[in-house]
């Protein structure tokens, strides 16, 4: 019995090493069993503003907060992130522009209140009107999101160009809502998408790759609104955020091959009256910049704004999801 069992466990063991020497070369399991369903793990590196300079604290008025460069260890679709909402609470949304994931996490402060992480990663898919998930990148470029008053949440796309209205479980099939009525190139849609809650409580902002800046109600209609800042030649409209007070913050792009990524974060106070510009925040090379496509703003308490930026890395080895925090208190 003994010699039998030797002889069928020896068979085994040759067996699998026959299987192991089929698949050498593919990556090693991992040593414990990776969850399946929306959670993620993800890793953060710190990441100072100029590295040229790594003391340097600031560009202007605007204070460094903080900064990190964010990594999915386990999963291929952490990438792509063209826009985000944080919550006074430190609660991160964000959207992804190929095939249209909505990604949750938590940011990670210091005693001193600077950003140096982001923990509880959840990734999933945004659904489509038939309630199903969102297949290609056709439908699924996701560029613009925001939150309404209620909760709700908007998210507008690109190529198949559209805004669509999400309820706060998102356990419902999304509504399409008023957008611009204007023909949008298949990539130059409607990157910036702002709620508005101190204008009117189903009011939101929407802005054009190429510049132009409309202001919308749900089921109602846009109305293009002149006087506000256009990029600058070379650069593009990246995001949009409303402050506090009702303030337009825009976040201008501009990508050269042979000078790198640049963009110009402005700040309007009374966008549907005065439109004056209150404060500006400019960053090239060698600062860390890079395609920059999210903005969003969280009052601080007192009087001030903490102003974050996102980068889309394009799922491409050369670029980073970085994510970037300032501090800047609005003038008088």
Known sequence: MRRRLSAALGALVATALTLAACVTGRTTLPAAPVAAGPAVTIKTAQVVLDPSDPGRKAIGDFVYAGGIAITGVDTSRLHGLSDLVIEPDGDVLSVTDDGADLFTGRLVLDEAGRLIGLTAGGLRPLTGLDGKPLQGKSWGDAEGVTRLGNGEMLVSFEREHRIWRYAPSSNRAPKPVAMPAIAMAENDG????????????????????PGTIWFCRLNVSCEEKAGLPKPPPGYRLSSLTTGPKGELVILHHSYIPAIGSRIIVSVVRDPLGARSVVGSLAMAPPMSVDNYEGVTVVPNGSGGWRLYLLSDDNFSATQRTLLLAFDWTPPK
């Open 190 to 209: 409607m990157e910036g998408l702002a709620a508005a809650p101190s204008v009117i409580a189903d009011g939101y902002w929407v802005g054009v790759e």
